[in-house]
């Protein structure tokens, strides 16, 4: 597929990559903005009750708080546009250098969940929607809206008291790192996440093949004897992806929230946990620029999600 | 050498609409087809056409249908007990299909020549330049300009017309012996539609094709079909050839006839058939077109089910009073 | 009456509807009749802690030697209540918001706020819920505080695509070519139609919103000790797992069967759609 400078894919490209950037721009005032508008004083609450007057001040020109808020918003777009997301008030470190090393743990479970769960997904989906079994679909959409009604931490709860407590399965929390001795305490968190995402995922997926099953041009393809294969691909699966990519895109967002209850119970190194700690400890710049790393991403995850999905199928609105 | 293609006879289809509610769509209908011959298939929404169609091609189980009785022969094939072994040799090979333009049409998601290619390659492997030789050529023979270009487009960018014209494309492409247009100018500008009744045409002339065209519009079916069957509430109530229409031995077909729009006069007032057909599953017993018929009688309603009876060897008719009405073929 | 609720059952997903609404009420009134009906009050502290589910005491003690029966059906105001808070305020900010946007007819304007409100959707809840708790505080309050004050985008998102395509209609354009007055028949016809799509969401998002509240309070974020709430008491049983798994599995329960009620009643009603 050549991509002309000026032919439609590229210009509609273009155009959504510049959306992206500015609802990122806006990620990152309301980031900003969400700091400021709050009552309460930063530095006070970071160094309590009783701490002293010049302490608290310290704390605020370090902070950057002691200018008028246009100054700071200026200081502020300067610092990010150096990639420059501020310093930890607790243990020194960068920003930066936090989610740097706390996100790949994140991400690896979170991304095994997803695979897993899509895998799935997929022969469920398919063999269910394209069944017209009415009481099959009936069945399976209960049980999935049972299991998507209950909170992930209580699955969590109900995981560990079956497999760590009564069971030594799996370690009640804790994390090693370096492959393969972190898949000891890896597994059930990606166990649970993926419980959790098929059962999304799949629901999507069967509405979808159920949708597709219905149209004209599954038929023509059956009369013109199309072989199996080419079928389950060309006319069944592919043109019932789209919403499910989408979907997954947007969740891969829900996910991030999700994990920092997930982290927090299985004391996992992860970025959630790291977003936990901070709160507690009013350790604004890694709050804030935690948030803003999460919301950049979720905007571009869901711009690539968007994308991939009209790659593969052309009736997606761009 | 028999010049009959495919014959259906007194056919009856059922469809499982709940687990326990089953209604008959079709109720005997008979058809045949000769090879080489341009049938257009005419009736209200409702009439069952479309199933028939589907029955044809094979494809009832879908929709949860099913043959509750009849036969339906092609080529000295029993459709009815066909084996997969049976179907894999028809389709795609023998009987080709063109869908509604106004539903889809060809898969989304798949590039005009990805889908073209899969029409030409149903029968054994051919090499990629023969595919595409063969696309190209099947594309021109449809009319479409820039072959090359269409090729590589997905259907999202063709018009209503251009992607009819794939379809037919597709459809034409193992020269089959027989084509099943259901209603494939719904929808398209009314140029286009000529356009595409004259391409059906030239396609019939110049590769002996039989083709069974599907409408609710008569005057389409009149202008280029040899024979027209007339369907209403599941039943085929008529068989004739379309230059015989004005002297049809059905009051339904005359009622059909005589409600064309272009025989309108300005000011003047449309006429309609009265009444509606029967729904799906209310049929009455008897003639089904007994309410909305001008010449009804007792034993119009006493007869079931209606027969559908050979006047001469070129019309049939199942009104039972035809010769009282009518006076007997002309 | 009971003939009425038979017919209703037997519509597509009317069954599902009213298996989800009698679930939701039962464990509404349950909550809030609870000082009618348990004699124990959910700080009492009754006996040795852990103690295990009894006649007495159904769901067995706490670690503070608290029924936890009482307990549970104590949070009943603070989660269902406090979700309900959590899901009219920003439905209704939302909406209205939505619907005026609708109107807007400067594009750069339209794509300035759009864009905003996408920035404030690119937040997952749960992350912003957590990171205004550093702002504001914990305790419940400020959770209703915090969804006001970002949970309204969504349903902006929403009701101004619906209310877009509405104006469009052809109903629309007529009663205007009618000469009505704008603002009455426009209320009369855009407003329910982007409600009903708008009342769905809040629906589903009801389930998210309970879960919120309960996952902060897990976290230690928002519901603050003694207060009865079923996500902090699920984190004070975590310890005990082992040895008292009531104290943490029955006010999940109850949390659960909250959720699937509100989900069996949109489950039912999407089919009900379908079937239209």
Not at chain 1, 27 to 54: C, H, K, N, Q, Y
Not at chain 2, 247 to 271: C, F, M, N, Q, W
């Amino acid at each position: 597929m050549k991509l002309k400078p000026t032919s439609p894919l590229a210009r509609k490209i273009f155009g959504r990559t510049i959306r992206a950037f500015s609802i990122s721009f806006w990620v990152m005032v309301i980031a900003f903005a969400l700091m400021r508008v709050t009552p309460g004083d930063p530095a006070s609450a970071r160094l309590g009750a009783g701490a002293e007057e010049e302490a608290i001040e310290a704390l605020r020109e370090q902070l950057g708080l002691n200018v008028n808020p246009f100054q700071q918003f200026f200081n502020y777009l300067g610092d990010l546009s150096r990639g420059d997301l501020g310093t930890s008030l607790v243990s020194g470190i960068s920003v930066g250098e936090i989610i740097f090393n706390s996100f790949p743990l994140t991400l690896t479970y979170i991304a095994f969940s997803f695979l897993f769960a899509f895998l799935i997904s997929v022969p469920i989906g398919v063999l269910i929607g394209w069944s017209n079994k009415a009481s099959w679909v009936y069945s399976f959409r209960t049980f999935t809206s049972i299991v998507i009604a209950t909170p992930n931490f209580f699955i969590a709860m109900v995981a560990i008291l079956f497999f760590s407590v009564q069971r030594d399965w799996a370690p009640v929390f804790g994390y090693e790192p370096g492959f393969p001795g972190n898949m000891r305490y890896l597994w059930l968190p990606i166990a649970i996440n993926t419980l959790i995402l098929l059962s999304i995922i799949s629901r999507v997926l069967l509405a979808s093949v159920i949708d597709t099953r219905s149209e004209e041009f599954v038929e023509t393809g059956i009369i013109r004897g199309v072989s199996r294969i080419r079928f389950f691909w060309f006319y069944i699966l592919k043109p019932s992806l789209a919403p499910t990519i989408v979907l997954m895109s947007y969740m891969m967002g829900t996910m991030l929230g999700a994990t920092v209850i997930l982290e927090t119970i299985f004391s996992l190194p992860g970025i959630g946990r790291e977003l936990v700690s901070a709160v507690l400890a009013s350790d604004y710049p890694v709050v804030q620029g935690t948030l803003i790393f999460f919301g950049v991403i979720t905007v571009f995850l869901s711009f690539f999600g968007d994308l991939f999905a009209y790659l593969l199928d052309r009736r997606v609105k761009l | 050498m028999t010049k009959v293609l495919a014959e259906i006879r007194d056919l009856r289809i059922d469809v499982r609409v709940t687990r326990r509610l089953r209604l008959r769509i079709v109720d005997t209908a008979s058809l045949v087809i000769n090879k080489g011959q341009l049938l257009g298939l005419i009736g209200e929404s409702g009439s069952g056409k479309t199933m028939l169609c589907r029955a044809l091609v094979g494809t009832l189980n879908r929709r949860g249908a099913y043959i509750q009785s009849g036969s339906i022969d092609f080529e000295g094939i029993d459709l009815v007990n066909a084996s997969k072994k049976d179907w894999r040799s028809i389709r795609g090979h023998k009987i080709g299909y063109i869908p509604q333009s106004a539903l889809a049409g060809p898969n989304p998601v798949m590039r005009i020549g990805a889908q073209l290619a899969e029409a030409v390659t149903q029968r054994g492997r051919k090499s990629k330049d023969e595919v595409r030789r063969r696309s190209l050529e099947l594309l021109e023979l449809v009319q479409i300009r820039r072959p090359e270009v269409v090729l590589k487009q997905y259907p999202y960018e063709l018009s209503g017309g251009m992607k009819q014209r794939v379809m037919i494309a597709c459809a034409i492409a193992q020269n089959p012996k027989l084509i099943v247009a259901d209603e494939p100018t719904t929808g398209l500008d009314v140029t286009v539609q000529a356009e595409i009744m004259e391409l059906l045409s030239k396609i019939r002339k110049e590769f002996d094709t039989s083709i069974i065209l599907v409408s609710h519009d008569l005057q389409l079916i009149n202008s280029i079909c040899d024979d027209i069957v007339v369907m209403h509430a599941g039943a085929t109530i008529e068989k004739l050839p379309s230059l015989k229409v004005t002297s049809a031995l059905h009051p339904y077909t005359h009622a059909l006839y005589d409600s064309r729009i272009d025989l309108v006069e300005p000011r003047g007032k449309l006429r309609t058939i009265k009444g509606q057909p029967p729904s799906v599953g209310k049929w009455p017993t008897g003639c089904r077109f007994a309410d909305r018929c001008d010449f009804v009688k007792d034993v119009c309603r006493s007869t079931d089910p209606a027969p559908f009876m050979q006047v001469d060897d070129s019309q049939w008719s199942a009104c039972i009073r035809h010769k009282e009405i009518y006076g007997g073929a002309k | 009456m009971i003939k009425q609720i038979r017919e209703y059952a037997a519509l597509p997903g009317g069954f599902g509807i009213i298996v989800g609404v009698s679930m939701f009420l039962s464990i509404s009134i349950l909550g809030f009749a609870r000082p009618l009906l348990i004699p124990y009050a959910p700080d009492e502290l009754i006996g040795d802690g852990l103690a295990a589910p009894s006649w007495d005491h159904p769901f067995g003690l706490d670690q503070l030697g608290r029924d936890v029966l009482s307990r549970t059906l104590a949070a009943v105001p603070a989660d269902i209540g406090v979700a309900f808070l959590g899901v009219s305020i920003p439905l209704f900010i939302g909406t209205v918001i939505g619907i005026l946007l609708a109107f807007a007819k400067n594009r750069v304007f339209l794509s300035l706020v759009g864009s905003i409100i996408d920035g404030i959707n690119a937040f997952p809840l749960l992350i912003i819920a957590i990171a205004m708790v550093t702002f504001l505080g914990p305790g419940l309050f400020n959770v209703v505080i915090v969804l006001a004050l970002m949970n309204w985008a969504r349903y902006a998102r929403i009701a101004r695509t619906r209310a877009t395509i509405v104006l469009r209609e052809n109903y629309v354009e007529a009663a205007r070519l009618m000469g009505y007055p704008r603002r009455r028949i426009i209320f009369k016809h855009v407003t329910p139609n982007v409600s009903s799509e708008t009342l769905a969401y809040a629906l589903s998002d009801f389930i998210l919103v309970i879960v919120i509240i309960s996952g902060l309070s897990f976290l230690g974020l928002g519901a603050r000790p003694p207060a009865a709430e079923w996500g902090s008491m699920i984190a004070d049983g975590r310890v005990f797992l082992g040895e008292a798994w009531w104290i943490t599995v029955f006010p999940g329960i109850a949390l659960c069967w909250s959720a699937i009620s509100i989900s069996l009643i949109v489950e039912g009603l999407s089919r009900r759609d379908r079937a239209n």
